[in-house]
């Protein structure tokens, strides 16, 4: 049962680095997000992506660049990584299509926890 | 705009007693969703229940039950006879039928004492 699948679970960056957080499901779900989790502030959507070749924007979208490479991978690219992008990501999927059942949950991978120094 | 409110950063209760974590939510949608996730210590966020705008029946699932009521767009959360494992954040959210993106809540952090 392996879900959604989050890779690295930790990692440290100076900054100016660049890194790909990978994300995979394999539920056959057709959306999928990536948030950041920050104390005291929720959880942040970053990017979505509805369908396998569309992104979209979410609430916090700068400094970030996503890529749904197939139906089950989702990744977040940080091209030059700052001190204020440290948080805890976390990547989801869910069987929501955007014109038919919009009551699905979302299913979250365990989390990558990003410092940069 | 769509905002959900969780007006209540932390609480702390002692085991056996009852709690409610409160959430409001914001929306001029007719359709929407409901949830609660729950994220225990270890970090992962566990789905516990969604809710669709039509349906205004509260639901209980053993020690857990929900209270929506549209008319004051709330969507509240009771933990009965509260137990240790039950300490965890509990984020409360929001998605429109229009769109993808489901927006938090900022969570509530409850303790249970022991």
């Known amino acids: 049962n392996a879900g959604v699948t989050q890779t690295p679970k930790f990692q440290v960056l100076k900054t100016g680095q660049s890194m790909t957080l990978q994300c995979a499901q394999d539920m056959n779900h057709n959306s999928m997000y990536w948030y950041r989790q920050d104390p005291g502030m929720g959880l942040r959507l970053i990017y979505y992506?509805?369908?396998?070749?569309t992104t979209d924007k979410g609430e916090v979208p700068n400094g970030y660049n996503v890529s749904r490479l197939n139906k089950r991978e989702f990744s977040l690219r940080l091209e030059s990584a700052a001190p204020s992008q440290t948080s805890v990501y976390f990547c989801a999927s869910s069987e929501d299509e955007r014109w038919g059942f919009g009551n699905q949950p979302q299913h979250f991978g365990d989390g990558t926890r990003l410092s940069i120094l | 705009a769509q905002k959900v409110t969780q007006a209540q950063t932390e609480i702390s209760v002692v085991e056996k007693e009852d709690v409610t974590l409160d959430c409001v939510y914001e929306?001029?949608?007719?359709?929407?969703?409901l949830f609660w996730y729950k994220q225990p210590p270890s970090g992962e966020l566990v789905f516990l229940i969604r809710?669709?705008?039509?349906?205004?029946q509260n639901e209980i699932s053993g020690r857990y039950s929900w209270n929506f009521q549209k008319s004051t767009s709330s969507f509240n959360f009771t933990i009965t006879a509260s137990q240790v494992v039950d300490s965890a954040v509990y984020f409360c959210?929001?998605?429109?039928?229009?769109?993808?993106?489901?927006?938090f809540g900022k969570g509530t952090r409850l303790h249970i004492l022991p």
């Open positions: 992506s509805a369908s396998e070749g």
């Open positions: 959210a929001l998605k429109m039928n229009r769109d993808d993106k489901i927006i």
């Open positions: 809710r669709n705008s039509f349906d205004e």
């Open positions: 929306t001029r949608d007719t359709t929407y969703y």
